[in-house]
């Protein structure tokens, strides 16, 4: 029986949906049970609404989203997969995540789908429980070009249970060098290439990363978690095809809920949930399970697609106008959803990303200092910050409001530590941000 006709059968033959419930407004009861809790929800929306969000990572869910993830199917408990559980009175998680599971397969194309990871950070340590041993050699980014704490960071446990050796980029180009990865594959002879990076803002070639995996006679993964929602809408090169796994979060640009998520080919489907469960994790969380079924099916509408377009457009608005106004971009520009900003080139010793960063946030611009690739800076002061179009396209933002965005951080970049600057720019973005509502 598949999936849509199982849930026919459970909503009933006139096909009604239930009432969701008729209890009162949980937020309510929150409200007057818990108001230490429910203030700091509270000062949060208001921090999300007030300011602009430019974290790479983060964004705006669906309300929808947002209702499933808050439901009462984090009350149930289902160790297992659909149809094979450890605890009775799974039939309707079973419909949320077989669904879960059919849009993932359609919207990625992928051959086999595992959707319970709680985290993108859990996938990848999943992958690697599934295709190799322990001390078996992995070549992926280094962290400080780009790469990504389980991409074999040695305070991870893929640095701590794997042996990782790192690619950088060219320090010309600033991209990604496939000749020194070639030279490095020969040299290191790893199990598995890795790529994927969460601050960098250029393609991949997955064709000629499969010809470097074949010729050395390894797997290779892609974490797309940065922009799996680009590649579901076919405006980023597709790494499925080529990959033997692919990982991702759901939220991000794919704007679903916290998550994790693998894709991989059936000659690894077996190997990958069983790594998934009962190797990293117990119990699945259903809630997030049905959430992000609910963020795979609007990533099927032909509105996502124009908002990732604006998503892309607006990047090229944002990295246009900090050109203009002197700020340089990491590889000079973007072909995705982030700018890296390199603030040494501004030339000024104290001018780091934690200034910046900190400068920004008084005038209610959000976003993170980064290392950018050669930084002679350490990680909690950084030469970069990072900045990403996806949570204010959310909101409606375009052009002209990304290039005035732009206006307002290079201002705040030039002079960072003008206090009466940030008060001025942050009145002009509480005025702007009021014709952008926030989705909830
Ligand atoms: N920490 C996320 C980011 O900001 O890119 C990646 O997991």
Same mark, same amino acid.
């Given at each position: 029986?598949?999936?849509?006709?199982?849930?026919?059968?459970?909503?009933?033959?006139?096909?009604?949906?239930?009432?969701?419930?008729?209890?009162?407004?949980?937020?309510?009861?929150?409200?007057?049970?818990?108001?230490?809790?429910?203030?700091?929800?509270?000062?949060?929306?208001?921090?999300?609404?007030?300011?602009?969000?430019?974290?790479?990572?983060?964004?705006?869910?669906?309300?929808?989203?947002?209702?499933?993830?808050?439901?009462?199917?984090?009350?149930?408990?289902?160790?297992?997969?659909?149809?094979?559980?450890? !605890?009775?009175? *799974?039939?309707?998680?079973?419909?949320?995540?077989?669904?879960?599971?059919?849009?993932?397969?359609?919207?990625?194309?992928?051959?086999?789908?595992?959707?319970?990871?709680?985290?993108?950070?859990?996938?990848?340590?999943?992958?690697?429980?599934?295709?190799?041993?322990?001390?078996?050699?992995?070549?992926?980014?280094?962290?400080?070009?780009?790469?990504?704490?389980?991409?074999?960071?040695?305070?991870?446990?893929?640095?701590?249970? !794997?042996?990782?050796?790192?690619?950088?980029?060219?320090?010309?180009?600033?991209?990604?060098? !496939?000749?020194?990865?070639?030279?490095?594959?020969?040299?290191?002879?790893?199990?598995?290439?890795?790529?994927?990076?969460?601050?960098?803002?250029?393609?991949?070639?997955?064709?000629?990363?499969?010809?470097?995996?074949?010729?050395?006679? *390894?797997?290779?993964?892609?974490?797309?978690?940065?922009?799996?929602?680009?590649?579901?809408?076919?405006?980023?090169?597709?790494?499925?095809?080529?990959?033997?796994?692919?990982?991702?979060?759901?939220?991000?640009?794919?704007?679903?809920?916290?998550?994790?998520?693998?894709? *991989?080919?059936?000659?690894?489907?077996?190997?990958?949930?069983?790594?998934?469960?009962?190797?990293?994790?117990?119990?699945?969380?259903?809630?997030?399970?049905?959430?992000?079924?609910?963020?795979?099916?609007?990533?099927?509408?032909?509105?996502?697609?124009?908002?990732?377009?604006?998503?892309?457009?607006?990047?090229?608005?944002?990295?246009?106008?900090?050109?203009?106004?002197?700020?340089?971009?990491?590889?000079?520009?973007?072909?995705?959803?982030?700018?890296?900003?390199?603030?040494?080139?501004?030339?000024?010793?104290?001018?780091?990303?934690?200034?910046?960063?900190?400068?920004?946030?008084?005038?209610?611009?959000?976003?993170?200092?980064?290392?950018?690739?050669?930084?002679?800076?350490?990680?909690?002061?950084?030469?970069?910050?990072?900045?990403?179009?996806?949570?204010?396209?959310?909101?409606?933002?375009?052009?002209?409001?990304?290039?005035?965005?732009?206006?307002?951080?290079?201002?705040?970049?030039?002079?960072?530590?003008?206090?009466?600057?940030?008060?001025?720019?942050?009145?002009?973005?509480?005025?702007?941000?009021?014709?952008?509502?926030?989705?909830?």
């Amino acid at each position: 029986m598949n999936t849509l006709s199982t849930l026919s059968q459970a909503l009933g033959s006139d096909g009604a949906l239930p009432a969701w419930s008729d209890q009162p407004d949980p937020r309510q009861i929150l409200r007057e049970n818990d108001p230490d809790i429910y203030k700091a929800i509270e000062l949060e929306r208001q921090r999300q609404t007030n300011g602009i969000e430019l974290i790479a990572s983060e964004n705006y869910v669906f309300p929808e989203v947002l209702a499933a993830a808050g439901s009462v199917l984090t009350n149930k408990y289902a160790e297992g997969y659909p149809g094979r559980r450890y !605890y009775g009175g *799974c039939q309707y998680v079973d419909i949320a995540e077989k669904i879960a599971i059919d849009r993932a397969q359609a919207l990625f194309g992928a051959e086999h789908v595992n959707v319970q990871p709680h985290s993108g950070a859990q996938a990848n340590a999943a992958v690697y429980m599934a295709l190799l041993k322990p001390r078996d050699t992995v070549l992926a980014m280094k962290l400080d070009h780009g790469g990504h704490l389980s991409h074999g960071f040695h305070l991870n446990s893929s640095g701590h249970y !794997y042996n990782f050796t790192h690619y950088g980029l060219n320090p010309e180009t600033e991209r990604i060098d !496939y000749d020194i990865i070639r030279q490095m594959a020969e040299e290191h002879q790893p199990q598995l290439l890795l790529v994927g990076a969460s601050a960098y803002p250029r393609h991949f070639d997955y064709p000629t990363l499969r010809e470097i995996a074949d010729e050395t006679g *390894c797997l290779l993964m892609m974490d797309m978690a940065h922009v799996a929602g680009l590649v579901a809408t076919g405006l980023h090169p597709d790494p499925v095809p080529y990959c033997d796994v692919v990982t991702t979060t759901t939220h991000k640009t794919l704007r679903g809920t916290r998550g994790g998520l693998i894709l *991989c080919k059936e000659a690894y489907a077996k190997a990958i949930d069983r790594a998934v469960f009962p190797g990293m994790q117990g119990g699945p969380l259903m809630h997030v399970i049905a959430a992000k079924a609910v963020g795979f099916k609007l990533a099927m509408e032909a509105s996502f697609k124009a908002y990732q377009q604006q998503i892309l457009d607006n990047a090229q608005a944002l990295s246009a106008i900090l050109q203009r106004e002197g700020l340089r971009s990491v590889s000079g520009g973007t072909d995705n959803h982030l700018l890296l900003i390199d603030l040494n080139n501004l030339a000024r010793e104290e001018i780091t990303g934690k200034l910046v960063e900190l400068s920004l946030d008084n005038a209610a611009i959000h976003c993170n200092k980064n290392m950018i690739p050669f930084d002679p800076r350490k990680a909690m002061v950084t030469s970069g910050i990072r900045l990403g179009t996806p949570a204010a396209t959310t909101r409606g933002m375009k052009e002209p409001q990304f290039e005035q965005i732009g206006r307002w951080i290079a201002s705040i970049a030039h002079n960072p530590k003008d206090t009466a600057l940030q008060e001025t720019v942050r009145d002009e973005v509480l005025a702007m941000v009021q014709a952008f509502p926030t989705p909830a």
